[in-house]
């Protein structure tokens, strides 16, 4: 089958129609030939620094695949994982699944669950959001339930409190379906300029009364919560119910366009800017050249693989604090370790750890205490 050619207009890519003649003045995409169309970063589910399978999740939080947030309150309880298990053919080959393991089929007015993306308000200045200039966005996604009925995909505009939702029917159940759905440009509210969360995409997986009750958002307006999620199929009646997506590309313009693959390396980088996981692959890994400020503490620094969004918040470790050690041709136990206060940047992050019987002023350094289970996780998160 011949693939499909866009010229861009000025404004939009349109389809390049067999009469046109003279291109002076456009510029030519076939397929998957032009980089940083997909507004979303692991769209295809390949990356999943943190795991590929937590289970018993009843609480909001990055579990599995990067930059994919599960946002839940009181809606059951689940088990996320990474599967590989895509649509035949269609070049994707991992998909990010929800499985319900507690039911919930009663839920609680304010009650809720999404599968968000948030984006920086630097990378959306393109859409030139609350301008007379605003572009349409349209998302393309490929998805899979057991249970079949309707969802709601919406974009929430964190800076101005506005929000946009369009239903989505899941018609087969267990089949991989594709779809397509064009937001409206909105005039109204500029996207800040700044590296915080502009604009978020969520797909709906169960809706309370609270965000259910209204008439459908299906047009730009100021958040009525009582409108985002109306009609939205609950997942989590039912034990055993699952739903999952992967291919998912958000794009200026009302068409979608092929999905644009990326190298797994350059898609580990950009996750990398959010969240890196330093991982032991070997028994005794060093994690980063130390010294010891006392003889009680040392500390250590590691330079991270790219600028991340921001000064880390959190680290996080793997494994029992019995895990890691500080060396410096004799061993030492490390009782805690966490990241270290002041001093910290967005390309090396400085962490510390709790020792004893060292001398105070000796290099060294952090490592694995013969174990591959041993890591070290930094979060710039939005």
């Not at 948030?118 to 007379?132: F, M, V």
């Not at 369009?166 to 018609?171: F, G, L, V």
């Not at 459908?216 to 039912?238: D, E, I």
């Not at 330079?303 to 029992?320: E, L, N, Y």
Request: glycine share 8%; with cysteine; proline share 2%.
């Amino acid at each position: 089958m011949a693939k499909q050619a866009y010229v861009y207009s000025g404004t939009d890519w349109v389809p390049l129609a067999s009469e046109v003649t003279n291109l002076s003045g456009y510029q030519t995409k076939a397929s998957n030939q032009f980089a940083h169309r997909n507004l979303i970063i692991n769209g295809d589910m390949q990356i999943a620094q943190r795991g590929t399978s937590v289970a018993s999740i009843t609480t909001t939080g990055y579990r599995t695949v990067d930059r994919w947030n599960n946002s839940i309150s009181s809606f059951g309880t689940w088990t996320q994982s990474v599967e590989n298990d895509a649509p035949t053919g269609s070049g994707f080959r991992k998909s990010l699944k929800m499985l319900c393991t507690t039911a919930d089929a009663s839920p609680a007015a304010g009650d809720f669950h999404l599968i968000e993306q948030y984006i920086e308000g630097q990378n959306l200045q393109q859409i030139a959001k609350g301008t007379s200039s605003a572009k349409q966005l349209t998302i393309s996604f490929w998805v899979k339930a057991n249970a079949t009925g309707t969802y709601i995909v919406e974009l929430y505009d964190n800076d101005n409190s506005r929000t946009i939702s369009a239903s989505y029917t899941i018609s087969a159940s267990a089949t991989w379906e594709k779809k397509t759905v064009t937001f409206a440009a909105d005039t109204t509210g500029v996207l800040d300029n700044d590296n915080a969360s502009s604009l978020n995409l969520g797909f709906w997986l169960g809706a309370g009364t609270t965000f259910s009750s209204g008439t459908l958002q299906t047009s730009w307006g100021s958040l009525t919560q009582a409108n985002r999620a109306v009609g939205q199929t609950n997942l989590a009646a039912a034990t055993n119910n699952y739903w999952q997506i992967t291919g998912v590309q958000l794009e200026v313009g009302d068409t979608a366009t092929p999905f644009e693959f990326k190298s797994v390396e350059d898609e580990l980088l950009e996750c990398q800017r959010y969240y890196f996981r330093f991982p032991a692959g070997e028994s005794y890994q060093q994690f980063g050249v130390s010294y010891t400020n006392s003889t009680t503490a040392a500390q250590g620094l590691i330079i991270t693989p790219v600028t991340m969004r921001a000064v880390p918040s959190s680290m996080d470790t793997g494994g029992t604090i019995s895990h890691f050690q500080f060396s410096n041709g004799a061993d030492y136990t490390i009782s805690s370790i966490a990241i270290a206060s002041g001093q910290l940047g967005t390309n090396v992050v400085r962490f510390s750890g709790t020792v004893s019987g060292v001398t105070s002023g000796n290099p060294g350094w952090i490592r694995a205490n013969n174990s591959t289970s041993a890591y070290i996780g930094f979060s710039a998160e939005l």
